[in-house]
RNA sequence: GCGAGCGUGGCGGAAUGGUAGACGCGCCAGACUUAAAAUCUGUUGUCCGUAUGGGCGUGGGGGUUCAAGUCCCCCCGCUCGCACCA
C-alpha cells in the first residue's frame, strides 16, 4: 500500500490552485468576508508563530469560502523598521536589498504551507507605492488639523538614536533597543489622536467580537477621568506664581485638604531651583526616581516644603503648605495636586511621614462621624460628608457636583475631562522609514509636499558609516523647491514611526494598486475586516494607532464611516511554545541536537544529559527553537498545519512537542491508508450504512461548531473520532466513499492537501478547495432511543435505554423498576422524581 | 496596589447546571513479525474487592440546587496587562 507522499503531493495541489486561481478575491454578489492576519516584520525566516496564526486564518478563510462568502485573504510585509538599518550598519548591505530579500526568502517558505491568500495583492510596506500613498495620507490629515509639530519633552532613545512614543516606552526603557530612555526637547511631528479620545475610548463597548482583555487594556490606556480643575491663590511665591492649577477626581474632599504639592518638573518647581541649591538638587533626585517597577514600589513618598503656601478656596484664613513631592507627575493633569491624607492613600503615607493633619471629610454608613478617625488606610469607599461645612451630609456624588457648582460659580474653576492618552509623536530620526512628505522653506515655513510629486522617495545612495540619519547629511535629497513658493527649501528628514505604515495596510488590501489611499468602490465591498488574528502583544499599539488611522481615514474621506472601527472581530492567538533544553555546562541546546534516552529523558548527540527546563516561549536565546522549513521538509505542511489546530485552544499557548508532530502526521496518514482501502473493498453490506450516515452528520456539526467558534482543537479532535469511526464501520462502499468525501470536505481548512487528494481518490468532482461545506441534516443528529443515566440522591446508579418519544410517566415508571433504584429504595417510596428529558433522571430518596 | 484570566488523570486538554476525564500523547497488555519498525486490537483517575459492586475524586473551605468542574461567598496559588494617573 502507498504512503501518502506530501513532498510530492503538496506541490501538485498548490499548482493547481494557482492555475485556477482559487484564492484570487474579486467583488461579486456574494457576501464578502475579509479575514486577516497580522502581517510579518521580514526578519527572513518565518517561526512557528507564523505558522499557528496563518493557518488558523487560513481555516478560517477556507472555512468562509466553503460556506459560500467571497473571501479576501491577503499578505503583505511589515517592512520598514530598525533591524534593516542595523544590517546596513553591520554588514554594509543596503536596508531596501537587505529588506527585499528577506521578502524572497520569507514568502518562499510561507508559500509551501499551502496557505488560501491572494498572493496578487501582495505589498512591502517600503514599496514606495505604498509609502508614497501613505505620505498622500499625512497631507490630507495635516489639512483636517490630525497632524501637527510642536516643540515637546520626547522620549530619546541613545541607542537607536531616534525618538520614542510613549506607547514604546516599557519601564523606562526602548521597547527595541532596551536602552533607557533620555528626555530631550526636539521638535516633533504629532498625530493628533487625543481629538478621538472619547470615541476610541465609547466604542470599545460595543466591541464585543473583540477579547475583553485587550478591551480594557485600551481603556485603562486612555484613561479617561472626570474631575475639576481649580486654581489657588498662592502666598509667598514668585511672580508669575500668584496662582496655582490644580486637578482633583475628589473635589468632594476639598475640606479634607492638608497640603498642596507640585511635580519637580512643574514650572514653579524649576523657577524656584534657580535660587535654592536644595530644591534643585531635590528636583534632580525626583527626576531620576520612577524609571523602573521595583523603584515605584518601594519608593518612600518624599517632599519638600517650599515655604509658600496656598489659600483654601472656600476659607480664605486657611492656608495649605506647597510641598514639591516624588509622586506628582508632570505628565497627567497640571502637575500639581491637593492632597487628602484621609481618602487618598499616597497623600496619607504622605501626610503620616510629615506630621501633616489627617481631618476624615467622608464617613462610612456603619460609622459614627463623631469618632471615625483614619488608621493606616486612606479610607477610599463610599459614605456621606462630614466635616465639611455645606456639604456635610451629602453623597460623594453630590458633593463632587455641589463643589465644582461653587469653585465655577466664583470663576475659580471649572469641571474637566482629563486623558492619560497623549498625542502620537512619529516623527523618528532613522532612515528605514516612511519620509515626512513637508519641506521647510524660510519665506513660506513648513509646507506641505504637492500630492503630484509624491512619493518622496528615500535616496538609495545613502552611507550608514556614521551614527544618526543619513538623510540630515544627504545634500542633493535635502535640497528641493519650495511647493508653495519655487524658491530653495530643505526636506524635512524625519521619517514616520513604522506603527503608522501597519496602521493602515488592512485598508489598502482593499486595492493595493489604487492611484489614492483606498478606492472607494473596493473599500465600500471589502471593508471592515471581519476576522483579524494576531498576538496579545498588539493589544495597545497597533490595536490603537490602526483603531485611529481609520477614523483620520474617514475624516480625509478615505473610508466610510463604518469603517472607523476597522476589525469586526479580533483574536489574539497564543504563543508557541517549546521545552528548554540545558547541557551539564548550563549551555542552552537545540531539541535538533538531542536525542530520546530510552525509559525517558534526553541527552546531547555525544551522549551527555539534558536537564529539561520549562517550556516557554521559542526563542534564539533560549535554542528551544523549532524551525518550520525542518517540520515541513520532514513531514509536509499539513502536518504542521494539523499539529498546530489540535491539543491546545487557540488563545492558549501550544507546545510543540516531536511526539505530538509525529502524532500529527500518523493520523494523516491513517486517513490516507483508510481512503485507499475503501478504494480497494468490494461492495459491501448496506446494513451499517445508516449509522455511518448519522455519525457523518455528527461529526460535520462538531466539526463546523468547532471552526465557527475558533475551537478549531475540537473539531479537529471530532475529526479523530469521526475517522475511528469510518473506519471501524462496516458499511458498504458506497456509504464510505460519500463519509470519506465529507472528511475531505472537513479536512480541508486545515490539512488543505491531503484533502485535496482524498477528495480526488474518492471521486470527488473537482477541486475540493471551493467545494460547498457540507451540510448537517438536524434529523440525523437525534436518535431513535437514546439513553438515559439514572442517578439516587444525584448520584450515578445506573442507565437506561428509552425511545427519544417516550413520555416523562413512562420514564420514571422505568427508572424505578431499575434493579439498582429497587434495592436502594427498598420498598420505600420515592420523595420526589425528575426527568429531564433526553437528559438524566433523578429519583431523590 | 488596580484590572483581566486561569487552576480538571502522568501530560495537552473535553464537558448548553444533568453520566467528569471526549480527542490526542504517554504507559501497559495482546495480535502480526525470526526480530524490530510500522500497523491493528484492548486496558489505563484513585482506593477497597476475585467479582457483581462500592468509597473518594475537578486548588482549599463554605453556600444555593433534586443535581455544581460549571452559579454565589471567602481563602490559596499561577499567568498576563497596567501602575505613584491625583
Known sequence: MSRYNAKETEPKWQEAWNTAESFRAVPDDREKYYVLEMFPYPSGRIHMGHVRNYTMGDVVARYKS????????????????????????????????????????????????????????????????????????FIDMMGKDLVYRKNAVVNWDPVDMTVLANEQVENGRGWRSGALVERKELTQWFFKISAFSDDLLDSLDNMDSWPEKVRTMQKNWIGKSTGLQFEFKTNGAPSGFEGL???????????????????????LAKQLEENNPEIAAFNAECRQLGTTEEAMETAEKKGFDTGITVTHPFNDAWELPVYIANFVLMGFGTGAVFGCPAHDQRDLDFARKYDLVVTPVVCPADQDPDTFSIGKKAFTETGNLINSRFLDGLSIEDAKTEVIKRIEGKGAGAAKTQYRL?????????????????????????????????????????????????????????????????????????????????????????????????????????????????????????????????????????????????????????????ATYQDPDGKWVNPDDTRAIEGGGFETLDGRPITVGKSIKMSKSKKNVVDPDDIIDQYGADT????????????????????????????????????????????????????????????????????????????????????????????????????????????????????????????????????????????????????????VNGKRRAEIEVAISATKDQIEKMALETPAVTRILDGAAPKKIIVVPGRIVNVVV
Not at 527585499?100 to 510561507?110: E, F, G, S, T
Not at 504551507?113 to 505604498?130: H, K, Q, V
Open 245 to 267: 492649577e490644580v486637578y482633583t477626581t475628589r473635589p468632594d474632599t476639598l475640606f479634607g485638604a492638608a497640603f498642596a504639592a507640585i511635580s519637580a518638573d512643574h514650572p
Open 66 to 137: 466553503a460556506a459560500g462568502f467571497n473571501v479576501l485573504h491577503p499578505m503583505g510585509w511589515d517592512a520598514f523598521g530598525m533591524p534593516a538599518e542595523n544590517a546596513a550598519m553591520e554588514k554594509g548591505v543596503h536596508p531596501g536589498d537587505w529588506t527585499y530579500q528577506n521578502i524572497a526568502d520569507m514568502r518562499a517558505q510561507l508559500k509551501p504551507m499551502g496557505l488560501s491568500i491572494d498572493w496578487t495583492r501582495e505589498f512591502a510596506t517600503c514599496d514606495p507605492e505604498y509609502y508614497g500613498q501613505q505620505q498622500a495620507l
Open 422 to 578: 497623549r498625542d502620537w509623536g512619529v516623527s523618528r530620526q532613522r532612515y528605514w522609514g516612511c519620509p515626512i512628505p513637508v519641506v521647510h522653506c524660510e519665506k513660506c515655513g513648513v509646507v506641505p509636499e504637492k500630492k503630484e510629486n509624491l512619493p518622496i522617495e528615500l535616496p538609495k545612495d545613502v552611507a550608514f558609516d556614521k551614527p544618526g540619519n543619513p538623510l540630515d547629511r544627504h545634500e542633493t535629497w535635502r535640497n528641493c523647491a519650495c511647493p508653495s513658493c519655487g524658491g530653495d527649501a530643505l526636506r524635512e528628514t524625519d521619517t514616520m514611526d513604522t506603527f503608522a505604515d501597519s496602521s493602515w495596510y488592512y485598508a489598502r488590501f482593499t486595492a493595493p494598486k489604487a492611484e489614492t489611499p483606498t478606492d472607494a468602490k473596493e473599500v465600500d465591498y471589502w471593508m471592515n475586516v471581519d476576522q483579524y488574528i494576531g498576538g496579545v502583544e498588539h493589544a495597545i499599539l497597533h490595536l490603537l494607532y490602526a483603531r485611529f488611522f481609520a477614523r483620520a481615514m474617514h475624516a480625509t474621506g478615505h473610508l466610510p464611516k463604518r469603517a472607523t472601527e476597522p476589525f469586526n472581530a479580533l483574536f489574539t492567538q497564543g504563543m508557541v511554545c517549546h
Open 640 to 791: 504542521a498545519r494539523w499539529f498546530v489546530m489540535s491539543d491546545s485552544p487557540p488563545e492558549r499557548d501550544v507546545e510543540w512537542t516531536a511526539s505530538g508532530a509525529e502524532a500529527a502526521w500518523k493520523h494523516l496518514q491513517r486517513v490516507w491508508r483508510l481512503c485507499v482501502e475503501v478504494q480497494e473493498m468490494g461492495e459491501g453490506d448496506t446494513a451499517q450504512d445508516a449509522a455511518l450516515e448519522k455519525a457523518r452528520h455528527r461529526a460535520i456539526d462538531e466539526v463546523t461548531k468547532g471552526i465557527e467558534g475558533f475551537a478549531f482543537n475540537k473539531s479537529v479532535a471530532a475529526l479523530y473520532q469521526y475517522t475511528n469511526t469510518v473506519s471501524k464501520s462496516d458499511a458498504s462502499k458506497a456509504a464510505k466513499l460519500v463519509a470519506m468525501q465529507s472528511m475531505a470536505q472537513m479536512m480541508q481548512p486545515m490539512t488543505p492537501h491531503l484533502a485535496e487528494e482524498v477528495w480526488a481518490a474518492m471521486g470527488g468532482e473537482g477541486l475540493v478547495t471551493g467545494a460547498p461545506w457540507p451540510q448537517v441534516d438536524e434529523s440525523k443528529l437525534v436518535d431513535d432511543t437514546v439513553i438515559l443515566p439514572i442517578q
